[in-house]
């Protein structure tokens, strides 16, 4: 998945955007703006916008400078040359797919307990990232079951939420 | 400026007794190994001891804390280096150099440099506070909100102007993060940003979002290799090379000075300790003749955020000490411990246990030699880390560290931030931005915000009352010249006609 940067025509000039870039920034300066209109109808006193108000402000301001980098001339028939290391689509698919693993681990951790949910999260992740060999999928999750459990529970006595031992997610 | 019948009084207090003694290596192991686990901070391991102490003698309690303290100080380099993973923020510029040199099989000499770094940045931090106890508190006392502000955005605007190719990109991401650090209740009870979500009424959790942003984010960025070093015959764990990589720290004694004493001084704040590493590695770049290095697995990168983090522990404790300020997690759980003995910190602490106080010192100069030998053995143990398959390691660390969010949290919220700054952090990565200044901002959004509204009505809105603060005025002169001086070098270099080398700060 190589960086997009779609070409168009203004005026006769060929302009590159780097459009996932511009998404990503136009996202960040949308929050900040989102921020500081949530802060203001909560309380519009000095006390709560002396800090928000000004960084809010000057995010977006940068975002116009940001905006306007992701925008580039190109001359004649040449190919825009790319802005950042491209991905892969087997690499971009085994982000993703580790991203939505830690989402479902997350989730499920404190609702079926961590024993559990740490258990398939480890034997799901291994074997996504290309681990086959069986014995390995199983003796290690359980290890580190064992061994974080033991830590968190025993050493730190640091209530989790478990699903066959002691715990408060039964 | 020492009382020397007090400090004789501490060394009999230290020699008389092998009790005090007995809590350092234990101290310092809890302290290296909390921080072994992304997620787990030193005021947590401090506050899960609480219970101890009570059955210590008061002199004992202090040691075992302070021990903790220090080997956490160490401690959070191991994960910055070997796994780019900074267990809190006052690890984070040593992920700029120490990854780097991990990966390129340099990970025995980079712990070697952190361990001797961290080591000597205490043992300054130490002697300073030894020498000049007092002076250091009465200029501590002088600090104010006004200082505060200077130094929080000095800080943000280093970063944001050191770490990355682009100003803009820069700036805007430490906004972002200072608009973050201040979600949740306002000083009025006004909700900001929280979505309705009562979980956010406390702010959005930062040692999570700290983990989030920079370890998940480039464990995501590992999950297509075999292993961090690719290289087979560089995956060895070698003693040698270790103790090389603590010799080549003594080749660099102006790094390690500038880094220890600017680290002490800025320990000295509220939230100092989580900027001391960033500013001392600004420091050290800007002051380097060949800045383009820092970044690309440079030691003088990790000696200087080292010694500038250890030394911190320096600046926190004469504060505490002194005035019964805690600057930070850690040593307001330490001012805990003191109630828990009935002991109140200030100057009249001072003044009536100048020999606890001195004894602390000198036992905390000596903990830096065990540190020494502890912290060796436990990085030769940690050094292995690079042998582990990434597709065993990255799923262990990052369950670690949602559970360790959890842990921290007691709810839902550590582990969802964990994993919304985990995919904010790796986009920003990706887009070239500073993630860095975006997790200063995060720290220092509530502290800023604070210092700006105490600075604000102090000074009822005019702005010549800052002319009234010599200090305040100096960090802003600082903060204006380390923006200007690339600009003004490039300038000058361009009058007398000799082009400057590549600056990846602009």
């Known amino acids: 998945m190589a960086a997009t940067q779609p070409i168009f025509e203004f005026s006769g000039r060929r302009i590159a955007i780097d459009l996932p870039h511009l998404a990503f920034a136009t996202t960040i300066a949308g929050w900040c703006a989102w921020f500081l209109r949530d802060a203001w109808l909560s309380a519009s006193d000095v006390e709560n916008l002396i800090l928000i108000a000004p960084a809010a402000i000057a995010a977006i301001i940068l975002y116009g400078f940001v905006a306007a980098g992701c925008f580039h001339r190109v001359t004649g028939d040449a190919k825009p ?31 079926i307990g961590f024993d559990i949910a740490s258990f398939v999260y480890l034997f799901a ?27 968190f529970n025993a050493i730190l006595s640091t209530p989790l939420p478990l699903f066959f031992f002691s715990g408060d997610a039964s | 400026m020492i009382d020397m019948a007090a400090l004789a009084s501490a060394v009999h207090l230290l020699a008389s007794s092998w009790q005090p003694w007995m809590v350092v290596i234990p101290g310092i192991l809890i302290g290296l190994l909390v921080h072994s686990v992304p997620g787990l901070t030193t005021s ?38 070997l796994l780019n993973v900074p267990g809190s923020a006052s690890a984070v510029g040593t992920t ?36 000049m106890a007092g002076p250091i508190a009465a200029f501590a006392i002088k600090l104010g909100p006004p200082e505060m502000l200077m130094v ?33 209740l306002s000083a009025r009870g006004a909700p900001r940003g929280t979505f309705d979500i009562d979980l956010l009424l406390d702010g959005i959790p930062v040692v999570p979002a700290i983990v989030g942003l920079f370890a998940a984010a480039e464990l995501f960025n590992l999950v297509g290799r075999d292993y961090i070093v690719d290289d087979l015959t560089r995956r060895r764990v070698d003693a040698s ?13 102006g790094v390690l000075l500038r880094g220890a004493i600017l680290g002490s001084g800025i320990g000295i704040l509220p939230g100092g300790h989580a900027i001391a590493n960033l500013l001392s590695y600004s420091e050290a770049r800007r002051a380097a003749r060949d800045p383009e290095k820092f970044g ?53 602490f001072m003044r009536d246990h100048a020999d606890i106080v001195y004894a602390v010192i000198l036992s905390s100069l000596a903990q830096v030699f065990i540190l020494g030998l502890v912290g060796f053995a436990f990085i030769f143990v940690a050094g292995f880390v690079v042998k582990v398959r990434l597709r065993m390691l990255v799923p262990m660390v990052l369950a670690m560290a949602v559970i360790g969010s959890f842990a921290l949290a007691q709810n839902l919220a550590g582990p969802i931030t964990l994993a919304v700054f985990a995919v904010i952090g790796w986009l920003m990565q990706r887009f070239d931005y500073p993630v860095a200044a975006t997790v200063i901002g995060l720290l220092l959004g509530r502290l800023t915000e604070g210092a700006l509204l105490r600075t604000y009505q102090m000074s009822g809105g005019e702005i010549g009352f800052l002319l009234t603060r010599p200090i305040a005025l100096t960090i802003l002169f600082l903060l204006i010249v380390s923006i200007m001086l690339p600009y003004l070098r490039s300038a000058y ?3 007398a006609g000799n082009p400057p080398g590549k600056d990846i700060s602009k």
């Open chain 1, 125 to 151: 992740m291994m074997f996504f990232l290309g681990e086959r060999r069986i014995l390995v999928l199983l003796l290690v999750p359980l290890i580190f079951c064992i061994a974080a459990i033991y830590c």
């Open chain 1, 81 to 111: 040359a790319p802005l950042r290391a491209p991905l892969t689509a087997g690499i971009a698919i085994k982000i993703a797919g580790a991203m939505g693993l830690l989402a479902g681990f997350v989730v499920a951790g404190p609702l």
């Open chain 2, 241 to 253: 090379r270790i103790l090389a990589g603590m010799r080549d720290a003594l080749r660099h004694p």
């Open chain 2, 296 to 348: 690309t697995g440079d030691p003088r990168g990790i000696i200087a955020a080292e010694s500038a983090n250890a030394s911190s522990e320096g600046g926190s404790m004469a504060t505490l000490l002194a005035l019964g300020i805690p600057t930070g997690g850690a040593t307001a759980v330490m001012l805990v411990a003191f109630s828990m003995h009935n002991i109140t910190g200030g100057p009249a």
């Open chain 2, 152 to 184: 929080s955005l000095w800080g943000i605007t280093l970063i944001a102007r050191m770490r990355g190719r682009h100003f803009a990109r820069g700036l805007m991401a430490g906004a972002f993060g200072l608009l973050l650090g201040t979600v949740g």
């Open chain 2, 493 to 495: 270099a361009h009058v």
């Open chain 2, 96 to 131: 700029f150099d120490g990854f780097p040199m991990a990966q390129q099989g340099k990970h025995n000499e980079a712990l070697g440099l952190a361990l001797a770094a961290s080591c000597i940045g205490q043992a300054i931090a130490y002697l300073l506070l030894l020498c």
């Open chain 2, 44 to 81: 947590m391991a401090l506050a899960i001891c609480l219970p101890l102490i009570p059955y210590m003698d008061f002199l004992q309690a202090l040691i075992f804390m302070t021990a903790m303290y220090a080997g956490a100080l160490f401690g959070v380099a191991i994960p910055a280096i």
